[in-house]
């Protein structure tokens, strides 16, 4: 079956950096579009940014544009979310996710483009 499972979440002072990845398997990574999403305590979850099949078209939230990238490996299966620059206002639990195919990633920001998704990974921010 699917499995996501993202890794290297943290605590990090504001200004800082971390970098999330997500293992997946079960399917073929490959063909399918591939996202990020976020959920800080009492709000709803929101899209980070997502990416095509290859890698070659990515999609922020403005959020997070020009400080966070999305990358892949196929070969690997593996999805990562290179965050700089963080702000208290990143801490959150951070989520992958996995579409059903590999069509329009560029997109797919809601969580209803999504399938399939991992336990999560808590970030916090500090000031």
């Known amino acids: 079956q699917v499995q996501l499972v993202e890794s290297g979440g943290g605590s990090v002072q504001a200004g800082g950096f971390l970098r999330l990845s997500c293992a997946a398997s079960?399917?073929?990574?490959?063909?399918?579009?591939m996202g990020w999403f976020r959920q800080a305590p009492g709000k709803e979850r929101e899209a980070v940014g997502s990416?095509?099949?290859?890698?070659?078209?990515?999609i922020y939230a403005d959020s997070v544009k020009g400080r966070f990238t999305i990358s892949r490996d196929n070969s690997e299966k593996t999805l990562s979310l290179q965050m700089n620059s963080l702000k208290p206002e990143d801490t959150a639990i951070y989520y992958c996710?996995?579409?059903?195919?590999?069509?329009?990633?560029?997109?797919?920001?809601?969580?209803?483009?999504?399938?399939?998704w991992g336990q999560g990974t808590q970030v916090t921010v500090s000031s």
């Open positions: 996710a996995a579409s059903s195919d590999g069509y329009f990633c560029d997109r797919r920001m809601g969580a209803f483009d999504y399938n399939y």
């Open positions: 079960g399917y073929t990574f490959a063909m399918r579009c």
């Open positions: 990416i095509s099949t290859s890698g070659g078209t990515t």
